[in-house]
């Protein structure tokens, strides 16, 4: 078993930043790949960025050049900074990890107000 706990979502103005943070624990050998995914009300859960176990990236195009995904392995934690926000980015956000099994955390509410 693998448990993920995310933090660092809130209320930002468009043009801001925040940084999402997941913090693994359980069963991290088993895992091969993590991501952020993101759902908004009323639409479909879809995939914001990814990194594999051996640091290759992955992102969406509505997120490019604005967002960043990283790891820090000694700490166990899967980051996301997320720059020059805009409305249409308001999701709650999901920390996912996959190894045979897919893991999600509880998701963190990211709100930008125009």
């Known amino acids: 078993q693998v448990q993920l706990v995310e933090s660092g979502g809130g209320l930002v103005q468009a043009g801001g930043s925040l940084r999402l943070s997941c913090v693994v624990s359980?069963?991290?050998?088993?895992?091969?790949?993590m991501g952020w995914y993101r759902q908004a009300l009323g639409k479909e859960r879809e995939l914001v960025a990814s990194i594999t176990s051996g640091g290759s990236t992955n992102y969406a195009d509505s997120v490019k050049g604005r967002f960043i995904i990283s790891r820090d392995v000694a700490k166990n934690a899967l980051y996301l900074q997320m720059n020059s926000l805009k409305p249409e980015d308001t999701a709650v956000y999901y920390c996912?990890?996959?190894?045979?099994?897919?893991?999600w955390g509880q998701g963190t509410q990211v709100t930008v107000s125009s």
């Open positions: 359980g069963s991290i050998f088993s895992i091969n790949a």
């Open positions: 996912n990890a996959r190894g045979g099994h897919d893991y």
